[in-house]
């Protein structure tokens, strides 16, 4: 079993900066893989970013590539989303998600067992 608490979220003007952080319980966290979805109010839950289980491999979805890192320190059970440049259009609720059995990142959200609360960004124009 995996808990997810994700913090980090907020209200911030366009072209500002926020870090989300994902904290994971657990003893192996270092195998997971992990990605960070969000969803917005009266849309479906998408992918924003993925990272295998050793950080070597990181995939974004076309919307905030180049605006957005994911990173993660299995030393410290957590995973980060650094969004720069952010837009009033990502503005949304975003999750952290584990996948126990996967050997890559995946953009389908049913690939991850395990997701946290939710923390929400809210960009103002």
């Known amino acids: 079993q995996v808990q997810l608490v994700e913090s980090g979220g907020g209200l911030v003007q366009a072209g500002r900066s926020l870090r989300l952080a994902c904290a994971a319980s657990g003893r192996t966290f270092s195998r997971y893989c992990m990605g960070w979805f969000r969803q917005a109010p009266g849309k479906e839950r998408e992918f924003v970013a993925g990272?295998?289980?050793?950080?070597?491999?990181?995939g974004y979805a076309d919307s905030v590539k180049g605006r957005f890192t994911i990173s993660r320190d299995n030393a410290k059970n957590t995973v980060s989303l650094q969004m720069n440049s952010l837009k009033p259009e990502d503005t949304a609720v975003y999750y952290c998600?584990?996948?126990?059995?996967?050997?890559?990142?995946?953009?389908?959200?049913?690939?991850?067992?395990?997701w946290g609360q939710g923390t929400q960004v809210t960009v103002s124009s």
């Open positions: 998600a584990a996948d126990a059995d996967g050997s890559t990142w995946s953009r389908r959200a049913g690939e991850y067992e395990y």
């Open positions: 990272i295998s289980w050793s950080g070597g491999s990181t």
